[in-house]
């Protein structure tokens, strides 16, 4: 299986702070689905920045999609970006666009035609039960609801690699459930999958995902931490 992100000794500090990434040397698996967990402060949200390409690394190589990105100009991150679905922590909604315009967004950017991008903003949005709040703006919905259209946004390109942090954070069980079930469904089409979360309940529940945790910037027992649940014998089945 090949690898879609490698890192190799990266280290993150921002400004003229300690380090708040060190020695990430890890590579994630084409069409896998992981887990990110570790305590608050952690460094998850760094790491995800450094996956959706809003920070650089400070120190060491990060190769995407095969292509090192110590050698891309800024001009080039812009189509590596589109190949990436981001579920911000604070969602990012345009704030004067329904919850269908935010979600078409990224359809219209690519240049779909109206059909085409009407049924699909209609379809995920009915994934995500919010099939009735299609012409809401972002300030008229709960936070769980804007989570949602966030979530939607993320995954309609079916993008070849999914960010999402806490994306679940403001749900309750049962929709939790549901988005993972969503993801689970674009993983089954390709798309790697890395979900930042605190919930213990949701990685219990996804056996397919396999699980890496930060321990103070560090990535614990980088050999043994691509398990779900870690060092069990079904895990180490795994191709
Ligand atoms: N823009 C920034 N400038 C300076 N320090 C930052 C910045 N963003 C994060 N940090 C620091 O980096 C460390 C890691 O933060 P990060 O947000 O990545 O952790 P996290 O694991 O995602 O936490 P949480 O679970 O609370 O979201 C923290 O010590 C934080 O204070």
Known sequence: MSAIVQFESVGLRYGTGAEVLRDMDFSLSKGHFYFLTGASGAGKTSLLKLLYLAQRPTRGRIRLFGQDLSDAGRDELPSFRRRIGVVF?????????????????????????????????????????????????????????????????????????????????????????????????????????????????????????????????????????????PNSERAERRP
């Open 89 to 229: 922590q604070d969602f990012r909604l345009v704030r004067h666009l329904s919850a269908f315009d935010n979600v078409a967004l990224p359809l219209r950017i690519a240049g779909y035609a109206e059909e085409e991008i009407a049924s699909a903003v209609r379809e995920i949005l009915d994934w995500v039960g919010l099939g009735d709040r299609a012409g809401a703006r972002p300030a008229t919905l709960s936070g769980g609801e804007q989570q949602r259209v966030a979530i939607a946004r993320a995954v309609i390109t079916r993008p070849e690699l999914l960010v999402a942090d806490e994306p679940t954070g403001n749900v309750d069980a049962d929709m939790a459930k549901r988005l993972l079930h969503l993801f689970g469904a674009l993983n089954d089409l390709g798309t790697t999958v890395v979900v930042a979360t605190h919930d213990l309940g949701l990685i219990a529940s996804t056996p397919r995902a396999q699980l890496m945790r930060l321990d103070r910037g560090h990535l614990v027992d980088p050999t043994g931490a691509f398990r779900n649940p």
